[in-house]
């Protein structure tokens, strides 16, 4: 309660900053949201959003490594790789990853369009400060993206993205050590609770998946 300036007291009621938000990690995109955005971007050929969401989402990668994508990373003498693998900045491990037939469409056009060389970034950035797109820039693009298709921006961030392949993998086979290969991890308990598993049940499923 607060007082008014003669000493009365009052009522207030404060709206919460979370009301009407998702609270917690960001929820990755169902099957049909991926359609809908990819679908958008390339009726509006959007060729480079196209080639960074379908590269989003099958490299699962933390938007700070996939801001820093080399072409040579991806792709050979402008044809892109089945596989690729790369050091992540924030565990200096390597991660392997597969790029479909739709998402190595997308990084050619994109590479063919930008005239990019093999060691130019995959996704230059249009200021002259910086070589490559920040990661704020990424959060705003995807923001961008769930916007168009009806989503709230402020439930979806870059991570949805990063977990959106990991969780429809993991659906389909319950297979966690794999789910841990793809992402990066190198505690199976951080795939445990980025995906929202609950972890006697997780470790459970591990153990009687065979790797």
Known sequence: MERNPNGETMSTHHIPWNKDHLIGPKPPLKLREIWAIRSRLQLTGRIRELALFNLAIDSKLRGCDLVKLKVKDVAHEGVAMRRASILQQKTSQPVK?????????????????????????????????????????????????????????????????????????????????????LLGHRKLESTVRYLGIEVDDALALSEQTEV
């Open 97 to 181: 990853f597969e790029l479909t037939e739709v998402t190595r469409e997308a990084v050619q056009a994109w590479i063919a369009k930008a005239k990019l060389g093999a060691g130019d970034y995959l996704f230059p950035s249009r200021l002259a400060r910086s070589p490559h797109i920040s990661t704020r820039q990424y959060a705003r693009i995807v923001k961008s993206w769930v916007t168009r298709i009806g989503l709230n921006p402020r439930d979806y961030g870059t991570h949805s993205l990063r977990r959106t392949k990991a969780t429809l993998i993991y659906q389909r086979t319950k297979n966690l050590r794999a789910i841990q290969l």
